[in-house]
């Protein structure tokens, strides 16, 4: 297929529904210019930088594409109005929000011109989103890499519910590797995708090599969604797992957890390769990988996996 073209292809300016995450300790300038380049959304995971390392980001990625891409911001971080300040300095034309309330910034965001979408992990999320003045959400299923949702709602259920409750496009994410699953959530209802764990294993990706390595090897059962008093979180199981779930049995109360999740982990995890102390976060379908890829390379062996789905809808693998 040449042309394709739909509400969320329309709303970024790109060419395919494909939107890399923005994840910490994985998508830095590198892998969304690269994601831009290829014809999907870019995202910068700003999550993981001090407001000046994202300065640098979003300078270095406009100056690798001349493409769309976005920045993403986890509402909770305790920088977040020097990183809004810097999203609109930089005019960055796309901000994807998560974790957090997405009334106290969109209006502010729109009003710089931003396109602004909310990550939900709900229907009744969804609906907040969309009465904040959002212009699409993603529905996050449990299958995904990262912090999730306390509803445990997968993928095959909250995409048609969300579709169902909102009138804003709707991208799916969570669980989705293939250009047929991604076939499948567009049959649900969504507008496109969003892929996570897939693009961790890019060679783009800013992660330790041993973490994509590993990343790649993993099996079904391998990630666990853990934390759930504190903030649930999907991560493989190591030895930093084994400590987490062995004091959740124990009952550990919140600030037990929260001691022994201590501060740095994830980077000690995903950036600095630490694979047995270090917080690892990655979705079910790392299960479904098969190798690190240049990230243009995923875009175009999804799109392609799309199209072939499109043109034979129930042929099976
Ligand atoms: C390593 C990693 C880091 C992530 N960091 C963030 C983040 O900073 N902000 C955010 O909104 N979501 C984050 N997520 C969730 C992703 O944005 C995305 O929604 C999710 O990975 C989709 O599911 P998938 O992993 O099955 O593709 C992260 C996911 C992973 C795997």
Redesign the pocket.
Known sequence: MTDFSNRITELFGIKYPIIQ??????SGWRLASAVSNAGGLGII?A?SMYPETLREHIRKCRAATDRPFGV?L?LLYPDIGAHIDIIMEEKVPVV?T??GNPKTWTSILKGHGMVVVH?VSSSKFAVKAEEAGCDAV?A?GF?????NGREETTSLVLIPAVVGAVKIPVIA?????TGRQMFAVMALGASGA?????F?ASEESSSHDRFKQLVTTLKEGDTRLVLKQLTPVRLVRNGFYDQVSAAELKGATEGELADLLGRGRSKKG?FEGDLEEGEL?????AALLDGILPAGRIVEIIWSGFTEALANPLKLF
């Not at 969003?194 to 897939?198: E, I, K, L, P, S």
């Not at 976060?281 to 379908?285: D, K, L, P, V, W």
Request: hydrophobic share 45%; proline share 3%; glycine share 24%.
């Open positions: 995450a923005g994840m910490i300790w994985a995971g999550g993403n986890p994807f998560s974790a990550v993603v996050e299958e995904a890499g990262g912090h994410a969570g669980g989705i590797v969003q892929f996570g764990t897939r961790v995903m976060e990655i979705g079910q379908a």
